[in-house]
Every structure is written in structure tokens, then in C-alpha cells.
């Protein structure tokens, strides 16, 4: 069964004080980890895709980063409008094709920039 | 980019009484839809899996009786609540994924219904 862990649940920060977020996971056979952002009241909104251990990806103050056991979400010189909950969620390919194509979440990490 | 709407955006409603979700895909279409239930401070969990054309997937402890699923078309599956009570009250959310595409653009999801049975 695949399992998602995010740390910590929750993070304060002030405005431009870098920080990063872990995503813990096991899967059987790793076809994509996202990354999502999610505002209070509203669906998540799709951030990153990250496939192999090794890949990185970047958009603007974010940087989220794989290796074989886990990922960071780093937020570099943040600024309040970042303030979410930033979800982690992980794709296997081991189960049947319907089933496979399901996502498992972690549970979040509610982050809070103060300005 | 992908666009997924989902609609209402909230619904209060008598408990034994029906709802019903929708959720569109706009500019794709999507084979496979996904239907979520979130309750306060917590994770996405999945309900089951919506296939066009064909029955639902239901996760374990998932009533489908209860959680009635459609999938008519390519581009609209339909989530209806049954005999609502206080204890379904939670934030519904729906996502599919583009085909053709991959996992570059990720899952799209709807902006989620947020359901008050009282």
C-alpha cells in the first residue's frame, strides 16, 4: 500500500525567511509524485510533477526536489500570498489499471508567512 | 491549461434528502474522473474512481449506494448524495487527468462543493 508522509503539519514563517517541506513516501513503483497547492475552500492547485530521483523543478519562490525515499518543497524569501497548504501526493504503478491511475495524499503542511 | 468546474460551489440541504454534484471537464476530455471527500485540516481521501461508460470503482468503507456515481459522457461525471445526514457534511472535490498529456500538467482539479446537511 502506497504511503505519504508530509512534515511538519504545520509552519510558520516570516516574510523572506527560507524554509523547506518534506514528503515521506513508499510506493511500489514510483510513475509521478506531485506537488499541489491548496487555498482554504478550494480544490488543489497543481504545482509540480517530479518522476526519478534526481529531478528538480522550479517555479518562482518554489523548488521541490526527489530522491528514491523522499521530497522537499523549498520556499525561498517567501511572501505572504504563499501562505497554503501544500499537499504531496504520489502515483504507483504496481495495482491494476484503474486502481493504478488513483493518487495517495499526505496529509499537508499548513504553511503561514507573516509579513 | 486543463479546466475542471464543478458545480455548486456549496449546498446546505435537509437531512434524507438528495444532492447532486457536478463536475465538468472543459476543454478535454477526460476518461476517468476522480471524486474526493476532505474533511477539516485533512488530506484528500479518495471516494472511488469514475469511468465513462462503465460502473464506478468505490474505495473500501465507501458506500455506493449511498455516494451514486455517473459518468455519461467524456466530459461530465455526477456525484449524488443519497439520503443525506449531518455526518456526510464535508468538502467534495473532483479531479481528472488529461489525456494525452501525461503527468506534465498533473491531475486537474474541480474548486470542490462544500456540502451542509442539516
Known amino acids: 500500500e502506497d504511503q505519504v508522509t508530509q512534515s511538519p503539519e504545520a509552519l510558520r514563517l516570516q516574510e523572506g525567511e527560507s524554509s523547506s517541506l518534506n514528503c515521506s513516501y513508499t510506493v511500489s513503483g514510483l510513475r509521478g509524485l506531485f506537488w499541489y497547492r491548496q487555498d482554504p475552500g478550494k480544490g488543489p492547485e497543481f504545482l509540480f510533477t517530479l518522476y526519478s530521483a534526481g529531478e528538480e523543478k522550479e517555479k518562482e519562490r518554489l523548488k521541490a526536489t526527489l530522491t528514491k525515499k523522499e521530497s522537499f518543497l523549498h520556499i525561498t524569501a517567501p511572501k505572504p500570498e504563499d501562505s497554503a497548504t501544500y499537499l504531496c501526493a504520489v502515483q504507483g504503478g504496481s495495482i491494476a489499471k484503474t486502481s493504478g491511475s488513483r493518487l495517495t495524499f499526505g496529509e499537508g503542511t499548513q504553511l503561514t508567512v507573516n509579513p | 491549461g486543463a479546466v475542471v468546474s464543478q458545480h455548486p460551489s456549496w449546498v446546505i440541504c435537509k437531512s434524507g434528502t438528495s444532492v447532486k454534484i457536478e463536475c465538468r471537464s472543459l476543454?478535454?476530455?477526460?476518461?476517468?474522473m476522480f471524486w474526493y471527500r476532505q474533511f477539516p485540516k485533512q488530506s484528500l481521501m479518495l471516494m472511488a474512481t469514475s469511468n465513462e461508460g462503465s460502473k464506478a470503482t468505490y474505495e473500501q468503507g465507501v458506500e455506493k449506494d449511498k455516494f451514486l456515481i455517473n459518468h455519461a459522457s467524456l466530459t461530465l461525471s455526477t456525484l449524488t448524495v443519497t439520503s443525506a445526514h449531518p455526518e456526510d457534511s464535508s468538502f467534495y472535490i473532483c479531479?481528472?487527468?488529461?489525456?494525452?498529456?501525461?503527468?506534465?500538467?498533473?491531475?486537474?482539479f474541480g474548486s470542490g462543493t462544500r456540502l451542509t446537511v442539516v
Open positions: 479531479s481528472a487527468l488529461p489525456s494525452g498529456q501525461g503527468f506534465n500538467y498533473g491531475y486537474t
Open positions: 476543454d478535454f476530455q477526460a476518461t476517468t
